[in-house]
C-alpha cells in the first residue's frame, strides 16, 4: 500500500486546489480470554491510504485495497465530491511531508505468547479478587 503514496500525491495534485495523503498502518495481537481460559489468538496487520482534496469545498476518501484501480477511484470521488459547493478554506500554513511512529519500550510482538498469557491471567486474577466479575 505504502508504494501508492507519490502515485497517488502525483495523481490527485492535478485535480484539487490542495492535496493531501495519508498512509496508515497498524498491527494488532488479539487474545481473547473467558473465565480464565484463551478462546482465540490472532495476528493481523492493516493499512491503508486517506485523500483529502481541496476545490470548491473538502472531501475525504480512503481506500484500505492495495490496487491501484480502485485507489485512483477513491480519489476520482474525492475530487468529484470537493467540487460541491461549501466551505474550502484551511490554515494557511506551509504544507510539510513527514512520518510520525510510536516507538515502544519493548515490541510487543517480540513477547512470547505464553508471557502474554500470564501477564493476561495475572490481570484477571486481580480483577476477580476486586469483584469485577
Known sequence: ME???DRAIEYASKMGSYVET????????????KNGSVSA?????D????????????SFASSNISDWEVIRGEIDYAVR????????????EKSYRDS???AERR???DVPLEEKLSILKDIES????????
Open 3 to 5: 508504494e501508492f503514496v
Open 126 to 133: 486481580l480483577l476477580v479478587k476486586k469483584g469485577y466479575r
Open 100 to 102: 510520525w511512529e510510536v
Open 22 to 33: 495519508s498512509y496508515l498502518s497498524s498491527e494488532r495481537n488479539t487474545i481473547l480470554m
Open 81 to 92: 465530491r470537493s467540487k460541491i459547493p461549501g466551505r474550502n478554506t484551511l490554515s494557511e
Open 41 to 45: 489468538t490472532g495476528y493481523s496487520k
Open 47 to 58: 493499512s491503508g491510504l486517506a485523500f483529502r482534496v481541496v476545490n470548491s469545498s473538502i
Open 107 to 109: 515490541r510487543i510482538k
